[in-house]
């Protein structure tokens, strides 16, 4: 599913029915960096449960949203495969050992060198610091702007963060492209960073998001939104990833629409099939009608057939 490049010009590929992560060199030379056949292990024969996203840091490190396994995995480039987050299905913050999620499907990595997780159906999005995960934003399931305790998201799907540490999450079930906007320095200089978050998040609805990354004085911990639709963005990297984006999701809708036109269809062949099915029952009945009556004027026919027969026999014996 998931694709990302690491310094070397090598395309990462997350192999998603395959349940391996490859390597693509700039070469073309495709090679399989971690994983076998489906299932859970860590180890230099790890394995994978439908990877759906994949990251690297500078240091070729490549992390992994390990779906079905509600798990966040970690390869070095020695090929070894460990356990970053995630327990067994289902949410909890807390401690590594302890933090749970709820199909995982897109990572990457903010300036600080933390780990960022689209928890898909938990509608939230995770953080991954200091061997602590924590809800950066994500409030149930529903569409809200507004501070970062109470927006909400429906099914995030990808996500990636630009280098001023703005979060862009291509929110699917809202069909919306959702910026969250933090000012790191700020928070990161509070005692408590989760109350810092709490504190100055903000969630806000604008019409481009581009106005709002582009501005010096955005409000720490914003949150913006737009539809589902192309607005200029600064040239900076992030106008290119949320395009990728936006595509992406423009293609999931138009799956959509073809298969709610595909059911449409379905629907109405069915209907009709169910209107012949009635004309024919209706005809076969109006058959058996006429067949009945038909049966009947020949009875009588024959009657009268034999009546005359038997009355010009009867003539014949008198002469």
């Known amino acids: 599913m998931g694709i990302c490049l690491d310094s070397k010009d090598n395309i990462i590929v997350a192999?998603?029915?395959?349940?391996?992560?490859?390597?693509?060199?700039?070469?073309?030379?495709?090679?399989?960096?971690?994983?076998?056949?489906?299932?859970?292990?860590?180890?230099?024969?790890?394995?994978?449960?439908?990877?759906?996203?994949?990251?690297?840091?500078?240091a070729g490190v490549i992390y992994v949203s390990d779906k079905y396994n509600h798990k966040i995995r970690k390869i070095t480039p020695s090929g070894t495969v460990t356990t970053i987050a995630g327990t067994t299905k289902g949410f909890s913050d807390g401690p590594i050992e302890r933090a749970r999620f709820h199909y995982p499907v897109a990572v990457a990595i903010d300036p600080q060198g933390d780990i960022v997780v689209s928890d898909q159906h938990n509608h939230k999005i995770r953080k991954i610091s200091n061997g602590v995960v924590t809800t950066l934003s994500g409030n149930g399931e529903g569409f809200e702007d507004g501070a970062l305790s109470s927006a909400q998201f429906t099914y995030p799907h990808g996500i990636c963060v630009d280098v001023k540490g703005n979060i862009i999450v291509g929110d699917y079930g809202n069909r919306k492209v959702r910026c969250i906007s933090l000012n790191y320095e700020l928070i990161n200089a509070e005692s408590n960073e989760r109350k810092a978050e709490q504190e100055f998040g903000l969630v806000r609805r604008a019409s481009q998001i581009s106005n709002s990354l582009a501005s010096s004085s955005a409000s720490v911990g914003s949150v913006t939104s737009t539809p589902m639709k192309g607005v200029p963005f600064q040239d900076d990297g992030l106008g290119k990833t949320l395009e990728v984006i936006?595509?992406?999701?423009?293609?999931?809708?138009?799956?959509?629409?073809?298969?709610?036109?595909?059911?449409?269809?379905?629907?109405?062949?069915?209907?009709?099939?169910?209107?012949?099915?009635?004309?024919?029952?209706?005809?076969?009945?109006?058959?058996?009608?006429?067949?009945?009556?038909?049966?009947?004027?020949?009875?009588?026919?024959?009657?009268?057939?034999?009546?005359?027969?038997?009355?010009?026999?009867?003539?014949?014996?008198?002469?």
Do not use: W
């Not at 998603?16 to 994983?35: D, E, F, L, M």
């Open 15 to 58: 192999d998603y029915t395959n349940h391996k992560i490859r390597r693509i060199s700039p070469a073309g030379k495709v090679t399989t960096v971690a994983g076998s056949t489906i299932g859970f292990a860590d180890g230099s024969n790890g394995q994978f449960n439908c990877p759906y996203d994949v990251c690297v840091d500078a």
């Open 246 to 319: 936006q595509n992406d999701l423009k293609v999931m809708s138009n799956e959509l629409v073809a298969t709610k036109n595909l059911v449409g269809l379905l629907s109405n062949q069915l209907t009709q099939s169910q209107e012949r099915s009635m004309k024919q029952e209706e005809l076969l009945q109006q058959q058996t009608v006429l067949i009945q009556k038909l049966s009947e004027q020949f009875t009588a026919s024959m009657k009268e057939q034999n009546a005359i027969i038997q009355e010009l026999y009867s003539q014949l014996q008198k002469k």
